[in-house]
């Protein structure tokens, strides 16, 4: 039995396609109402003024590009977009990898800070449901909106990241170029949620100002007994967990 629509000689669709553009369609309905929810809750805790609306805007404008492109596992591409469009608009962000734990989960992530808390869309939608979660906006859960409980450099890599490894060795262009479904790469992405949100870019004028772009590698620190003072900045504590990819 096959998973694809299946058409009748005459050209019309035959029960299996009904069923399966039924059961896309109510999947794209939901979506569109968790990522609205979502975008609720974080303008609800933006910071004020114009340069908080900027990362709120942006933030739901990666959001949407996620989940509209169906872009599963795609914390690194997404954040390296995030990070170039916040940098643009005035934003002192920092792009972020390492290891993620949820439940005891450890995975291989990508995420963007400003000023110490963390932002992650890319969470919401892994390859994996055992580490999907809601975004994170400025350290908050955005179902809970508590501090979220997921941990950001909860341990020191236990192997290298091959794609922060790429990106070193061949240059961050070389990165953001090697995305041949997508018209210039993943420039071509920024640009296009740039559209979305009322920022205009030169794909020309970003590559060389974002040509030794790197990732900045998270990883546990020294607690001496205190709980860290930001949410969303976390620190592992507890059994090793399991290895998983994100």
């Not at 059961?23 to 908080?52: C, D, F, N, Y």
């Not at 709120?56 to 169906?70: K, S």
């Not at 490894?165 to 995305?179: L, P, T």
């Amino acid at each position: 039995m096959t998973d694809f629509p299946q058409i009748h000689r005459d050209g019309q669709r035959g029960p299996t396609s009904d069923f399966l553009l039924g059961r896309q369609m109510e999947h794209e309905l939901l979506v569109k109402l968790q990522t609205a929810q979502w975008k609720k809750s974080a303008e609800a805790i933006r910071t004020p003024g114009l340069a908080g609306f900027r990362v709120f805007a942006t933030f739901c404008g990666i959001l949407d590009f996620i989940h509209q492109r169906a872009w599963q596992g795609a914390c690194h591409a997404s954040s390296v977009v995030f990070h170039v469009l916040l940098r643009e608009q005035g934003a002192d962000s920092v792009l972020c990898h390492g290891m993620a734990e949820k439940n005891g989960i450890l995975f291989n992530h990508s995420w963007v800070e400003i000023e110490g808390r963390v932002y992650d869309a890319a969470i919401s939608n892994t390859v994996s449901r055992d580490v999907d979660s809601p975004p994170v906006f400025a350290g908050i859960d955005l179902a809970t909106m508590q501090d979220t409980r997921l941990v950001y450099g909860a341990q020191t890599p236990r192997d290298a990241d091959q794609i922060v490894v790429f990106a070193r060795e061949k240059g961050f262009n070389a990165y953001m170029d090697a995305f041949p479904h997508l018209r210039h790469g993943l420039w071509g992405a920024a640009r296009d949620v740039g559209k979305r949100i009322g920022v205009r870019l030169n794909i020309a004028k970003l590559r060389a100002v974002y040509a030794d772009t790197a990732w900045i590698e998270r990883a546990p620190r020294e607690r001496n007994g205190e709980e860290p003072d930001l949410p969303g900045d976390r620190f592992a504590t507890g059994a090793d967990p399991s290895l998983r990819s994100g």
